[in-house]
T-cell receptor
Framework: DQQVKQNSPSLSVQEGRISILNCDYTNSMFDYFLWYKKYPAEGPTFLISISSIKDKNEDGRFTVFLNKSAKHLSLHIVPSQPGDSAVYFC???????????FGKGTKLTVNP | DAGVIQSPRHEVTEMGQEVTLRCKPI?????LFWYRQTMMRGLELLIYFNNNVPIDDSGMPEDRFSAKMPNASFSTLKIQPSEPRDSAVYFC????????????FGSGTRLTVV
């Protein structure tokens, strides 16, 4: 069973517009959430994270929102740039474990 | 810092052969993780070590898979015998407990079993 779900396999947006990537989770023990970005032929790289004690975290063009009651988080990229084109993975951990559970990823394409 | 180093980058082998994937974690990191990425299942954790000790191997698919970490700077993932369904990208990652950015991943090994 998938504990972390990214229901959109792909997303296409225009340069300069907002990209919104979504993630849902089922495990109530999760208390730390991360987004990773992955380019072809490379490993995933850390992008931004959020603890369950917060509902928003910003880092430049990237903002992550957490809705604990809905068990939902989203990543907003504003403005989107062609270099943002990559696969984005949502990940979660909790219960004191170091294990990260990943979603299947969403492929973002930003068109010039 | 050279990051997490995996070798080989690509491996093509025949069904039934033994395959060994290698990983050098970041110096000072005390946890090491092996993940497998496939289209169907995404990124799935196979096994992880803390201070060279296997902590959770519940993701190892079968007895054909084994992993070792003989010291803090080296780990191997072995598949014997390999099968076509093992074809995937295998990632190694390392972390230091308490860091807030999760893991640092290597570039992966793309395994093709024919």
């Amino acid at each position: 069973d998938q504990q972390v779900k990214q229901n959109s396999p792909s997303l296409s947006v225009q340069e300069g517009r907002i990209s919104i990537l979504n993630c849902d989770y089922t495990n109530s023990m999760f208390d730390y959430f991360l987004w990773y970005k992955k380019y072809p032929a490379e490993g995933p790289t850390f992008l931004i994270s959020i603890s369950s004690i917060k509902d928003k975290n910003e880092d430049g063009r990237f903002t992550v929102f957490l809705n604990k009651s809905a068990k939902h988080l989203s990543l907003h990229i504003v403005p989107s740039q062609p270099g943002d084109s990559a696969v984005y993975f949502c990940a979660a951990s909790g219960g004191g474990s170091e294990k990260l559970v990943f979603g299947k990823g969403t492929k973002l394409t930003v068109n010039p | 810092d050279a990051g997490v180093i995996q070798s080989p980058r690509h491996e093509v082998t025949e069904m039934g052969q033994e395959v060994t994937l290698r990983c050098k974690p970041i110096s000072g990191h005390n946890s090491l993780f092996w993940y497998r990425q496939t289209m169907m299942r995404g990124l799935e954790l196979l096994i992880y070590f803390n201070n060279n000790v296997p902590i959770d191997d519940s993701g190892m698919p079968e007895d054909r898979f084994s992993a070792k970490m003989p010291n803090a700077s080296f780990s191997t993932l072995k598949i014997q015998p390999s099968e076509p369904r093992d074809s995937a990208v295998y990632f190694c990652a390392s972390s230091s407990r308490g860091q807030n950015y999760g893991y640092t991943f290597g570039s992966g090994t793309r395994l093709t079993v024919v």
